[in-house]
């Protein structure tokens, strides 16, 4: 089911009437609780559906993008979600959080090129 079809209120747990705080509140709590770092495989898609839930909100201008703010840096979260991504055989949405990933931190300090040499790897074993 696409996520036009699915409410995101409902998968975030919060009113249609939710200020952006809550629905961040929200989204930042399930996303801490269902994280595939944290959870077995099968807890993970549920963190996949709150990511979608909360990426719709963002893109359906419900919300100032902005303040789109996650509990680590916006690169970080990129080679996360590729990550998830391929662990659940998404490989287009793997492939593009992981350029995503690299475009961002291509140039980042030395210390951190050996994440996006591994991010690149996994571009290339995918196809992309």
Same mark, same amino acid.
């Given at each position: 089911?696409?996520?036009?079809?699915?409410?995101?209120?409902?998968?975030?747990?919060?009113?249609?009437?939710?200020?952006?705080?809550?629905?961040?509140?929200?989204?930042?709590d399930?996303?801490?609780?269902?994280?595939?770092d944290?959870?077995?495989?099968?807890?993970?898609?549920?963190?996949?559906d709150?990511?979608?839930a909360? &990426?719709? #909100?963002? =893109?359906?201008?419900?919300?100032? +993008?902005?303040?789109y703010?996650?509990?680590l @840096?916006?690169?970080?979260?990129?080679?996360?979600?590729?990550v998830?991504?391929e662990?659940?055989?998404?490989?287009?949405?793997?492939? &593009?959080? #992981?350029? =995503?990933?690299?475009?961002?931190? +291509?140039?980042?300090?030395?210390?951190?090129? @050996?994440r996006?040499?591994?991010?690149?790897?996994?571009i290339?074993?995918?196809?992309g």
């Amino acid at each position: 089911m696409s996520m036009a079809q699915r409410n995101f209120y409902t998968i975030l747990g919060v009113p249609r009437k939710a200020t952006p705080d809550t629905i961040r509140a929200a989204y930042r709590d399930l996303a801490k609780r269902h994280h595939p770092d944290r959870v077995e495989l099968a807890g993970a898609c549920r963190f996949r559906d709150v990511v979608e839930a909360y &990426e719709a #909100y963002v =893109e359906d201008g419900f919300f100032d +993008a902005s303040l789109y703010v996650l509990h680590l @840096p916006e690169p970080v979260v990129h080679e996360r979600l590729g990550v998830l991504y391929e662990a659940l055989g998404d490989q287009a949405r793997a492939l &593009e959080h #992981y350029r =995503e990933f690299v475009a961002r931190w +291509a140039g980042a300090d030395p210390e951190l090129q @050996p994440r996006v040499e591994r991010a690149r790897e996994r571009i290339s074993d995918l196809g992309g």
